[in-house]
T-cell receptor
Framework: NAGVTQTPKFQVLKTGQSMTLQCAQD?????MYWYRQDPGMGLRLIYY???????DKGEVPNGYNVSRLNKREFSLRLESAAPSQTSVYFCASTALLAGGTDTQYFGPGTRLTVL | AQSVTQLGSHVSVSEGALVLLRCNYSSSVPPYLFWYVQYPNQGLQLLLK??????LVKGINGFEAEFKKSETSFHLTKPSAHMSDAAEYFC?????????????FGSGTKLNVKP
């Protein structure tokens, strides 16, 4: 099992450009998440998908859109990149078990710089 | 609402010394608690978790944590630090239940191990 994979690993954009970050998991997990990580701020939730066919905003959704393409894939789109979106982006997934949401598994991250 | 507080954004210990990283949580319902470790330029890896049962939980690399409901704490310890333990550590909480629940992360503690 590859676990959670993310592409690309690195990206440099100019202000105003758009791009899509890809995420896939092969663990048959129900739920998927996108976080951003900035120094001293921990992980902040951008969007999540509790199950296939649903998506919801997290705490910092502005400037982003998501698509839950199927159970495996969850993409994050920046329509018009801004320097404030320079960050490391992590995708994660979880199983939903009888007792509740279980462990989150994380991808390796995408390091995005917006000039 | 749920939240996590990690006391100390930076902790420095000598090799062989006790490691103690503090985590306090707020949750109105029984929690699931997690510790994750992040090595430089990598994603987050699960170190250990508490769901139900024994309140002293053992994880990988000699780490353990104890769930103390009365103190709303889940502190991470290791008896003897190793140079390879230098990393950033994140505490996280989610709630028990049959439905999907979000995770809430602390802001992280960077552990420095001195030779």
């Amino acid at each position: 099992n590859a676990g959670v994979t993310q592409t690309p690993k690195f990206q440099v954009l100019k202000t105003g450009q758009s791009m899509t970050l890809q995420c896939a998991q092969d663990m048959n997990h129900n739920s998927m998440y996108w976080y951003r990580q900035d120094p001293g701020m921990g992980l902040r939730l951008i969007y999540y998908s509790a199950s296939e066919g649903t998506t919801d905003k997290g705490e910092v959704p502005n400037g982003y859109n998501v698509s839950r393409l199927n159970k495996r894939e969850f993409s994050l789109r920046l329509e018009s990149a801004a320097p404030s979106q320079t960050s490391v982006y992590f995708c994660a997934s979880t199983a939903l078990l009888a007792g509740g949401t279980d462990t989150q598994y994380f991808g390796p991250g995408t390091r995005l710089t917006v000039l | 609402a749920q939240s996590v507080t990690q006391l100390g954004s930076h902790v420095s210990v000598s090799e062989g010394a006790l490691v103690l990283l503090r985590c306090n949580y707020s949750s109105s319902v029984p929690p699931y608690l997690f510790w994750y470790v992040q090595y430089p330029n990598q994603g987050l890896q699960l170190l250990l978790k508490y769901t139900t049962g024994a309140t002293l939980v053992k994880g990988i690399n000699g780490f353990e944590a104890e769930f103390k409901k009365s103190e709303t704490s889940f502190h991470l310890t290791k008896p003897s630090a190793h140079m390879s333990d230098a990393a950033e550590y994140f505490c996280a909480v989610t709630r028990r239940g049959n439905n999907f629940n979000k995770f809430y992360f602390g802001s992280g503690t960077k552990l420095n191990v001195k030779p």
